[in-house]
């Protein structure tokens, strides 16, 4: 099959065989699952008992007002209790996840 694709092409492909839930598009492409990301919920937070997700949304975005930024999650989710999920995947440790929680949360319109 190789032998048909061209040098870009062939470039995408192998770009796309080493991808792993690291990689947006895949984590996004298996968040959108309902069944994985419930399962990926109720494993991050038990305590939460969460019984099934109702939306899954890829790339949501909040809009910001006129003195924010917008914000722009990997995954939102709902739950069947109308509790808001906002999934992020950081793969490396940049120091500012409780900056940017706290911005999350003054800025989630939901």
Known sequence: MDDFLTPTERHY??????MTILDDPI???????ERLCQELLRRALP????????????QHTIVGTLTS???RY??????????NFAVEMQIADQKNLPYRLRYYQRHDGH
Not at 28 to 33: A, F, L, Q, R, Y
């Open 13 to 18: 492909a192998t770009k796309w065989e080493q």
């Open 27 to 33: 984590f996004g492409t298996v968040m959108e699952n």
């Open 47 to 58: 305590e939460l008992k969460i019984d099934t997700v109702k939306l899954v949304e890829r």
């Open 69 to 71: 930024h917008a914000v």
């Open 74 to 83: 990997d995954v939102y989710v709902r739950d069947n209790r109308q509790r």
